[in-house]
Nanobody
Framework: QVQLVESGGGLVQAGGSLRLSCVAS????????AGWFRQPPGKGREFVAA????????SYADSVKGRFTVSRDNAKNTVYLQMNSLEPDDTAVYYC????????????????????WGQGTQVTVST
C-alpha cells in the first residue's frame, strides 16, 4: 500500500517562499507520475502542478506558472514543490498524489486520475 507524507507547510508573508516535500513509501514510486493539488478555505480541491515519471515533463496551473516549480528525486522517493513569490490566494491545504497508471502522452490534471493521496500540509500566506 502506497503512503504519502507531505511536509514543509507553514505561515509565510506575501512574497516569501516555501518548499513542500512529499515522501512516498510502499509501491514503486519511480513508475508513477506525481501531482500537487490544493484546497483553499471554503473551496474545492484544485490542480497545482504535475511531474512525469522521470521528472523531465511538468505541468502547472496558470495561477502558479512562473512562481512554482515541481521536481522529484526518485532515489529518495520524494516529490517537491518549490513555491516562490507567494500570494495570499495561495493559502490552502496542499496535497501530493500519485497517478499509478500514467499516460505516456500527457500529465493528468484531473484529481480523479490520482489514486494515492497524502494527508495534506497547510500553507498560509499573510499580507
Amino acid at each position: 500500500q502506497v503512503q504519502l507524507v507531505e511536509s514543509g507547510g507553514g505561515l509565510v508573508q506575501a512574497g516569501g517562499s516555501l518548499r513542500l516535500s512529499c515522501v512516498a513509501s510502499g509501491g514503486t514510486f519511480g513508475r508513477y507520475s506525481a501531482g500537487w493539488f490544493r484546497q483553499p478555505p471554503g473551496k474545492g480541491r484544485e490542480f497545482v502542478a504535475a511531474c512525469s515519471v522521470g521528472g523531465g515533463k511538468t505541468s502547472y496551473a496558470d495561477s502558479v506558472k512562473g512562481r512554482f516549480t515541481v521536481s522529484r528525486d526518485n532515489a529518495k522517493n520524494t516529490v517537491y514543490l518549490q513555491m516562490n513569490s507567494l500570494e495570499p490566494d495561495d493559502t490552502a491545504v496542499y496535497y501530493c498524489a500519485l497517478d499509478i497508471d500514467p499516460s505516456p502522452y500527457y500529465l493528468a490534471t484531473d484529481q480523479a486520475k490520482y489514486e494515492h493521496w497524502g494527508q495534506g500540509t497547510q500553507v498560509t500566506v499573510s499580507t
